[in-house]
């Protein structure tokens, strides 16, 4: 039980250092991305301004990667279904009257 807390603690660390870091090297590949943004035929220019962009990406899918782990641990709140199939929902009368006009 102890050991299965511990190795969850150290990924949902390891999943928000994860996130931190993509989020950060974003807003730094960003920055440089547009103070050096310039036409230009040269050819290291254009090769720096490809490998910004594929970092750039990159940290993007990290963020993508990371985002359902802080979803799921803030969604805690069990969801109340009013539908006429279930049989777990409460008893609304004005809510099942507005239904039987639809």
């Given at each position: 039980?102890?050991?299965?807390l511990?190795?969850?603690?150290?990924?949902n660390?390891?999943?928000?250092?994860?996130?931190?870091?993509?989020?950060?090297v974003?807003?730094?590949?960003?920055?440089?991305?547009?103070?050096?943004?310039?036409?230009?035929?040269?050819?290291?220019?254009?090769i720096?301004?490809?490998?910004?962009?594929?970092?750039?990406?990159?940290?993007?899918?990290?963020?993508?990667v990371?985002?359902?782990?802080?979803?799921?641990?803030?969604?805690?709140?069990?969801?109340m279904?009013?539908?006429?199939y279930?049989?777990?929902?409460?008893?609304?009368?004005?809510?099942?009257?507005?239904l039987?006009?639809?």
């Amino acid at each position: 039980m102890t050991l299965k807390l511990i190795s969850n603690l150290k990924m949902n660390a390891m999943k928000l250092l994860s996130l931190i870091i993509s989020t950060l090297v974003l807003a730094a590949s960003t920055y440089f991305f547009a103070v050096d943004f310039k036409w230009t035929d040269e050819t290291n220019h254009l090769i720096y301004m490809g490998m910004l962009l594929t970092l750039m990406f990159i940290c993007i899918l990290g963020i993508i990667v990371n985002t359902p782990w802080i979803r799921r641990s803030r969604k805690k709140v069990r969801t109340m279904i009013y539908n006429s199939y279930s049989d777990k929902r409460i008893k609304n009368k004005s809510f099942d009257r507005q239904l039987e006009m639809l």
